[in-house]
């Protein structure tokens, strides 16, 4: 069974970076078919995806955050990453990672972490 | 990017009762689309994918429909642990979108 767990600061100040990684257990990240994903939802709100990356290296981004994310994998800790810069408190909300599952091209997501809030906040 | 608009955002219904959630895509999207289910304080889980097939797991109440721009999802008898808030999701497009969310409570 693949299980997923988010990690970082819960807390980030305005303008800079917030950095995320999510470890993965139960498979392997470098396995092709899946997208590594993070999907966010801000407190009382929908979700939002933010983006993946395919075990290739491929990433696709949502278009309101494309200038500042980056999803990057690590193979040799089989875990992947978030990196969004110049946060502010529009980025407030409950990051989680997902594995997406492809069904003939985009995926759907099958497994989730738990999720983490981050707040950005002085 | 395409659109999705789901109807009702608020849904009371009782236990036993039937209900149906509508899931209207801003273009066509052939059966490219899943439907999750939120408790509060938990993660999405997947319910279904490509309109209409169950992913492993979900109780056979659960039934999706629908191709093109419009989507169902239908829960036949309600029970307890469903009243939760469901998304649909469309993955035609790398660019993923979900629909804003129907909240099912309890009457």
């Known amino acids: 069974q693949v299980q997923l767990q988010e990690s970082g600061p819960g807390l980030v100040k305005p303008s800079q970076t917030l950095s995320l990684t999510c470890t993965v257990s139960?498979?392997?990240?470098?396995?092709?078919?899946?997208?590594w994903s993070w999907i966010r939802q801000p407190p009382g709100k929908g979700l939002e995806w933010i983006g993946y990356?395919?075990?290739?290296?491929?990433?696709y981004y949502h278009p309101s955050v494309e200038s500042r994310v980056t999803i990057s994998l690590d193979t040799s800790k089989n875990h992947f990453s978030l990196k969004l810069t110049s946060v502010s408190a529009a980025d407030t909300a409950v990051y989680f990672c997902?594995?997406?599952?492809?069904?003939?091209?985009?995926?759907?997501?099958?497994?989730w972490g738990q999720g983490i809030l981050v707040t950005v906040s002085s | 990017d395409i659109q999705l608009t789901q109807s009702p955002s608020f849904l009371s219904a009782s236990v036993g009762d039937r209900v149906t959630i509508t899931c209207r895509a801003s273009?066509?999207?052939?059966?490219?689309l899943a439907w999750y289910q939120q408790k509060p304080g938990k993660a999405p889980q997947l319910l279904m994918f490509?309109?209409?097939t169950l992913q492993s797991g979900v109780p056979s109440r659960f039934s999706g429909s629908g191709s093109g721009t419009e989507f169902t999802l239908t829960i036949s008898s309600l029970q307890p642990e469903d009243f939760a808030t469901y998304y649909c999701?469309?993955?035609?497009?790398?660019?993923?979108?979900f629909g804003q969310g129907t909240r099912l409570e309890i009457k």
């Open positions: 997902a594995r997406g599952r492809r069904e003939g091209g985009p995926p759907v997501f099958d497994f």
């Open positions: 139960g498979g392997s990240i470098s396995r092709g078919y899946y997208y």
């Open positions: 990356i395919y075990y290739s290296g491929t990433t």
């Open positions: 273009q066509i999207i052939a059966s490219n």
């Open positions: 490509a309109a209409s």
């Open positions: 999701q469309q993955f035609n497009s790398y660019r993923i979108t």
